[in-house]
């Protein structure tokens, strides 16, 4: 049906039909029949439902599987089965974004590390707190053709939303304070507030501790060689790869602090359906969430 939407649309002369036809490996008489046909209730409820499907998958900047396109079928309330949504993507040859494996940026101070502990134990559960009382963080790699770029985040473990974020073309300690201070100044935590990240020396160096000092925040360290201590920051880096990074080249490190800023600000925290938060959004969810008393904006 796709190739006979495309003859139909280009509308080659009488004696290029044949021909094009055979390029495409169709029949003729089946496209003059489908060109004749009057459409029933059927079949253009069939067709609603795929101009919805390509309409969600390219707002999803292409990044949208079946599960989620059927979720979002959901909330604009048409019923249908997930199964027939993944047969028409496939008929439309419509596809998701798999995660592939990345990468560990992270270089322990076995030294500084030594005295934390990890305060969350992999409780990443959004329905066990409230907004602003746990946060996490951590950096991963960016190729560019400039060369590497860094990306260091915080977020939200209450509504998955990333409250603070830098780009850089380096790994020092100010990549992830500029990205903890964006958080701070946005979000006002109060007092007692955990930030978990892993034992990189960026997040145990005494400048980044004193930081999280005088904002009252509690430090938490995932353990040594234990990837899924971090599970979220980890989580979040393989989603933005797959949808962002590995789909659409980089030229410069500002190229792709621009491409991160719309990223996270107008498609992830705004749009994108996650699975952990019941198909809502970060912001959504956030909507209808208890929040933790803020303090006033930091000095």
């Not at 499907?53 to 979720?71: L, M, N, V």
């Not at 008929?91 to 502990?117: N, P, S």
């Not at 260091?152 to 409250?163: E, K, M, N, Q």
């Amino acid at each position: 049906m796709k190739a006979y939407r495309f003859i139909a649309a280009e509308k080659p002369a009488e004696r290029n039909v044949k021909r094009t036809c055979v390029l495409l490996s169709v029949s003729r008489a089946a496209y003059y029949d489908w060109s004749t046909h009057t459409p029933s209730a059927r079949d253009r409820a069939e067709e609603g439902l795929q101009e919805r499907i390509r309409r969600i998958h390219t707002e999803s900047w292409g990044t949208y599987g079946a599960p989620r396109i059927h979720q979002q079928l959901r909330q604009e309330g048409v019923h249908t089965g997930r199964k027939r949504v993944a047969r028409v993507m496939v008929a439309e040859g419509l596809y998701g974004c798999q995660k592939r494996r990345f990468k560990r940026t992270t270089v322990a101070d076995a030294e500084a590390a030594g005295t934390w502990t990890d305060l969350l134990e992999r409780d990443f559960a959004t329905s066990s707190r409230p907004l602003n009382q746990a946060w996490a963080g951590d950096i991963t790699y960016l190729r560019t053709w400039q060369g590497w770029a860094y990306l260091a985040t915080v977020i939200d473990l209450a509504s998955r939303r990333v409250v603070g974020f830098a780009v850089a073309d380096h790994m020092r300690t100010s990549l992830v304070q500029e990205a903890m201070e964006m958080a701070l100044t946005s979000r006002r935590p109060a007092p007692g507030l955990i930030f978990h990240s892993d034992r990189g020396s960026q997040y145990t160096s005494n400048a980044f501790r004193d930081l999280l000092g005088r904002h009252h925040v509690r430090q938490s360290l995932s353990r040594p060689r234990q990837c899924w201590d971090n599970a979220v920051a980890e989580s979040f880096f393989a989603t933005l790869k797959t949808e962002l990074i590995y789909r659409h080249p980089l030229p410069t490190i500002a190229a792709a602090r621009t491409s991160v800023f719309e990223y996270i600000e107008v498609f992830y925290n705004r749009q994108r359906l996650h699975s952990a938060l019941g198909y809502q959004s970060p912001s959504a969810y956030e909507a209808c969430r208890p929040s933790t008393k803020t303090t006033a904006p930091p000095a």
